[in-house]
């Protein structure tokens, strides 16, 4: 078990005491099985106190499960107990290295992302490798289209506009649904440090998911979007390159929230 607590940080850089650690599940977890993943957040400068979380987008902990490949993905909420500490029932389908990125909000703190990493065993997953360009997705016999007009730089603010098609109809920002008390939800995760960023899209009039983030440096990002349509959720997935600009020297930010 190593937990990274690699982008334990609020919104302005200090290092938060609060950090979210997995107290249960790591003995041997094999693929194909079931194990309960049980967490506690802990104030390391008060540990036997109990950690309350706030609400955040109609949970107190968004769990983000990827494998290192990042061709697998899950986004899980955790269910509270009398204890204070949180549990979730996964199964992981192969073998190998998962990130875990714990997204949540410690009352009295800023919104904060830890990450952990876990090992299980059994056969790898023999994927494809996600490194390639993709605009494109097609989820649930929707197709999705990453309309950006310009290339994504790193330390420039980035607009990623979807568009969503059915049948060969455009979707409009009414045919969506809120889920998790937004538009929906993107998660970017890069390939090589692994930063994390989580958005809150909005919508317009052209576009039913637009994505506003900045990102921290150039890598090769992978993207899941997360919307409802119809009251059936949907997750697509995608590719993008982020090339470096100069603005991008000195942001050094490893983890990134975006509330819209």
Partial sequence: ?????????GHHGQPSPVEMKLISGTDAIVAGENTRLIFRPVNNNHPEAAVPLSIQHEAEFHLIIVNSQLTSFEHLHPQRNDEGSYFIDVTFNHGGKYLIYADYQA????PQTDRLTLFVKGAEQQAMDETNEKHTAVADGLHLAIAAAAPFA?????????TITKEGKALA???IEPYLGAVAHIILIGRKDKDFLHIHPMSDSQFPIIGHTLFPRADIYRMWIQFKTAGVLHTANFTIHVKSSNAAEGVT???HHHHH
């Fill in 1 to 9: 078990m190593n937990n990274n607590h690699h982008g334990h940080h």
């Fill in 107 to 110: 009352e009295g703190h800023a």
């Fill in 154 to 162: 790193a330390g420039a603010e980035s607009h990623i506009p979807v």
């Fill in 173 to 175: 920002a009414a045919d």
């Fill in 253 to 255: 930010g490893h983890s």
